[in-house]
């Protein structure tokens, strides 16, 4: 409405701009039993409690099946894998890893100083995303963690940008889908996902992403047009 009434616009697009950085929706999670933070434990090096470790070890073993939710146009994977350019460092995070202060991981332990600030980030959501799925593929994968017992492995401190593809592979982090279409692949295999959107919400939001990535893979681009019509 702002945008409107000055005669701009605003946009949702996750990257309007090939050499701009795209428009995350990074966000927060905490998880409270009554008045307590059940993410903090003043005992731990990083005030982090067994329930956040398992939470964020759902967050990263289920990441490749809710990216599809989180990231859920085609537009949405030229943010999380941008060009690269030699003098800007992208904080867009497209490997499956945590880290403690670190923006380059996809999920991210903020410093905090009271108990009940403790909280994890989650960077890989984009401004396209609907919130109301994003949410509850989130808290779902974060709490099937913790039912699980599932054990977090190690955090990322470096750049994970910087580090080498055979770098990464070696370390275990492993990439986001590159595209709609394989996201929509591994979300299809998703127990997990299919349990927390219900079988309706699930097949529809299939159907319909499948549509748009079949819409969109017909489609000549003006960047085809350019490469090779004169060729």
């Not at 990074?26 to 090096?45: I, K, V, W, Y």
């Not at 595209?179 to 127990?191: H, K, P, T, W």
Request: glycine share 6%; aromatic share 10%.
């Amino acid at each position: 409405e702002v945008a409107l009434s000055t005669g701009v616009q605003a946009t949702f697009m996750p990257k309007p701009f090939t050499d701009q950085p795209g428009s995350g929706m990074h966000t927060h999670l905490s998880l409270f039993e009554g008045e307590r933070n059940a993410f903090h434990d003043a005992g731990d090096p990083m005030k982090l409690s067994k329930v956040a470790k398992s939470f964020i070890a759902g967050l990263l073993m289920h990441a490749r099946e809710y990216t599809a939710v989180t990231n859920q146009w085609v537009n949405s994977y030229k943010r999380l894998f941008p060009q690269a350019l030699p003098d800007r460092i992208t904080e867009s995070p497209a490997y499956v890893c945590w880290g403690h202060l670190n923006r380059s991981a996809l999920v991210r332990v903020p410093a905090y100083g009271k108990p009940n600030s403790a909280r994890v980030e989650v960077r890989s959501l984009d401004s396209a995303t609907n919130p109301y799925l994003a949410f509850a593929v989130m808290l779902g994968a974060g709490l099937k963690g913790i039912e699980e017992g599932y054990e977090l492995p190690p955090g990322a401190e470096d750049d994970v940008w910087s580090l080498t593809a055979a770098e990464r592979k070696a370390m275990g982090y492993e990439a986001l889908p590159e595209n709609l279409a394989e996201a929509i692949d591994v979300m299809a295999g998703s127990e997990l996902v299919a349990e927390v959107l219900g079988e309706h919400v699930f097949d529809f939001f299939l159907r319909n992403k499948r549509a748009e990535w079949e819409q969109y893979r017909r489609e000549v681009t003006p960047y085809e047009r350019q490469r090779y019509l004169s060729l």
